[in-house]
């Protein structure tokens, strides 16, 4: 019964904390009372039995908890009493409010999360944080920043939140442009952390995936914008390839080797169709450009079959439209096969002599590969030790592992 909670929560807890957020109105209280509330579970599923359904009995007995826990304090503090008054009283009417537009509590969240009262990263170090569940440490990879700068930014984001009294629910029509670019970026790195997960045993984390294209399919029903639709497509095509990403034994797979045959078909071609619909817009931004990229390399039947002269010439745009380092460290990675390693190595030298891709271990053993390819073995070899100190993940450190060993053969 204990495995069944933790599954539970693994797969429901942070759409828990949302719906406790907008009953409770604060962070920190929806918190405790989401662990309060698995921590009853634990104790009386095994003596009750499960059940019917699960997350509304774990919102309800997080929501007592929290009126019993402020009931308790009201022997020491009378104002805990009215608290717990008014929280039972609003948490009744809220429950039988639902937004007819958006039902959905954790799409709630994010647009709280992402209000223009916050700093841009803030709004999303927050949402990842309380919307899914990250840790700061993988936060703080997927910003190339430390993990403590985003735990002070977290923590100064939840104060704002409270002091401002910033409302939980979705804005009017009207105000939801302009909240949108900040909601696609949480959704993406979300979903890119369930592609390619930043550390751990597993090259990917499903839930973290397919909680992101959930959340977009939900924002493209509530707000169909272009680059919604883009952002639906890319991670529908690129999700697509996982099964072919990873061996059997969970050894990584590289684009140019993978078995196209385990490619979800019915995902490509959503996506191809969500692709096309955002590009007749002409209203379309990055995300629709590198799911247009996504959808040359899904086209293909095989991998000599790529059109890199089609990819290279989407990546200019999206260098002009959207500019930065990764963007820039891809498009060479593109130009190296259209035009070969020597010339993609030019570009990524020049990126790395800028400074701003440092210690990103993608672009070490990216220059790794075209130095080996190019047969400079000794250069290769410094540049996958670079990648390898770099790497948290452990299905890439034994794929840069073997790249060595290689070379060392």
Same mark, same amino acid.
């Given at each position: ?12 807890? /942070? ?8 009953? &409770? ?49 009201? #022997? ?7 608290? %717990? ?32 009262? =916050? ?94 294209? /959930?959340?977009?399919? &939900? =924002? ?11 952002? &639906? ?7 697509? #390839? ?9 050894? =990584? ?7 196209? $045959? ?11 169709? =969500? ?48 500019? $930065?380092?990764?963007?820039? &460290?891809?498009? %060479? ?52 030790? #670079? ?10 450190? /034994?794929?840069?592992? /073997? ?7």
């Amino acid at each position: 019964m204990r495995e069944r909670v933790e599954t539970f929560y693994r797969a429901d807890s /942070r759409r828990v904390l949302a719906t406790l957020i907008r009953l &409770l109105g604060d962070f920190d209280t929806a918190e405790e009372a989401m662990h309060a509330a698995f921590a009853a579970a634990i104790e009386q599923w095994p003596r009750d039995g499960v059940p019917a359904n699960p997350r509304a009995w774990l919102v309800s007995a997080g929501r007592f908890k929290a009126i019993d826990s402020m009931r308790r304090r009201a #022997r020491f503090d009378a104002s805990q009493e009215e608290l %717990a008054r008014q929280l039972e009283a609003d948490a009744a009417e809220a429950a039988g409010r639902e937004d007819p537009e958006v039902a959905d509590d954790q799409l709630r969240l994010i647009f709280t999360c992402c209000h223009p009262a =916050l700093q841009p990263d803030a709004q999303v170090a927050l949402t990842l944080r309380e919307v899914c569940g990250l840790t700061t440490e993988e936060i703080a990879r997927a910003f190339l920043s430390s993990p403590p700068t985003l735990a002070q930014r977290i923590v100064r984001a939840k104060a704002k939140i409270r002091d401002a009294r910033i409302p939980y629910q979705v804005p009017e029509r009207a105000e939801l442009p302009d909240r949108l670019d900040s909601v696609l970026h949480v959704i993406y790195l979300v979903f890119n952390e369930g592609y390619s997960a930043s550390s751990g045993e597993s090259l990917t984390r499903h839930d973290l995936s397919g909680e992101a294209i /959930r959340l977009g399919r &939900l =924002l493209v029903e509530l707000l169909p914008e272009p680059e919604a639709v883009g952002l &639906l497509a890319l991670m529908l095509l690129q999700e697509s #390839r996982r099964a072919a990403r990873s061996s059997p034994s969970g050894e =990584l797979v590289l684009l140019d080797r993978q078995d196209r $045959s385990l490619w979800d078909r019915a995902q490509i071609a959503e996506g191809m169709a =969500l692709v096309e619909r955002a590009l007749s817009s002409r209203r379309f931004g990055p995300y629709t450009l590198q799911a247009a990229i996504a959808a040359v390399h899904d086209q293909a039947p095989d991998a000599a079959a790529t059109d890199w002269d089609q990819i290279v010439g989407l990546y200019d745009v999206l260098a002009r439209t959207d500019p $930065s380092p990764v963007i820039a &460290l891809n498009r %060479a990675a593109a130009v190296a096969m259209r035009d070969g390693p020597a010339a993609g190595l030019a570009l990524i030298d020049a990126i790395l002599g800028g400074g701003d891709l440092a210690d990103y271990h993608l672009a070490h053993s990216a220059r790794a590969d075209l130095l080996r390819r190019l047969g400079r073995s000794k250069e290769a070899r410094t540049s996958y030790h #670079r990648a390898l100190d770099l790497t948290r993940q452990e299905p890439e450190r /034994r794929f840069l592992e /073997r790249r060595l060993a290689e070379l060392q053969d």
